[in-house]
């Protein structure tokens, strides 16, 4: 059985998030972008915890489409008035909501005492989220983000114990 190494499993996953970012026309790498990316990683302990919630992709695009419609009528905005962009920026930073995910996936693994951070880390620290758009999105899609983070550090566990 090949073994993944969990380092360059959290770097291809923050690739990918970027490559998510870009094609969504947006300067800055978001938490739903890693959620994004998340969701796109067969073979993660992350992809089963969001496959066993329902949630793949384009699940995630359309209740993120959802919630942009929700906010935007929420201030008086009920139509796209701008045209969407027809270039792709480079998305080179990242985000306010990466970043906090980031740090609360890093939170997340010491807390564990686990020795590396890995995608379901970052998962964790996504779905610790309390405000913003993920956590809107993931309520519209109809998602307990509690049961979710509770499989989360059970999956953990699982293969904590089981690499040992």
């Keep these: 059985m090949m073994r993944r190494n969990p380092r360059s499993d959290v770097k291809a996953t923050v690739k990918q998030a970027i490559a998510c970012a870009r094609l969504a026309g947006s300067e800055t790498v978001e938490a739903e972008h ?12 992350a ?10 992709a384009q699940r995630i695009s359309d209740a993120l489409a959802v919630e942009q419609a929700a906010s935007l009528a929420a201030v008086g905005v009920t139509a796209l008035t701008s045209p969407l962009p027809t270039y792709l920026p480079e ?15 890093a939170a997340a693994a010491k807390a564990r005492k686990d020795r590396r951070m890995r995608s379901t880390h970052l998962l964790i620290g996504v779905l ?3 405000v913003g758009r993920v956590p809107r999105a993931l309520a519209h899609a109809g998602v307990d983000r509690g049961r979710m983070l509770a499989e989360c550090h059970a999956a953990l566990d699982h293969h904590q114990r089981t690499a040992s």
Excluded: C, F, N, W
């Excluded at 990316?37 to 067969?42: E, F, I, V």
């Excluded at 992809?47 to 793949?56: H, I, P, Q, R, T």
């Excluded at 998305?91 to 996936?105: E, F, I």
């Design 128 to 130: 610790s989220a309390d």
């Design 91 to 105: 998305a080179r930073q990242m985000g306010q909501s990466s970043r906090l995910a980031l740090t609360r996936a």
């Design 47 to 56: 992809y089963a915890v969001l496959s066993e919630a329902g949630l793949d």
């Design 34 to 45: 890693l959620l994004l990316a998340l969701a796109g990683k067969p073979g993660t302990i």
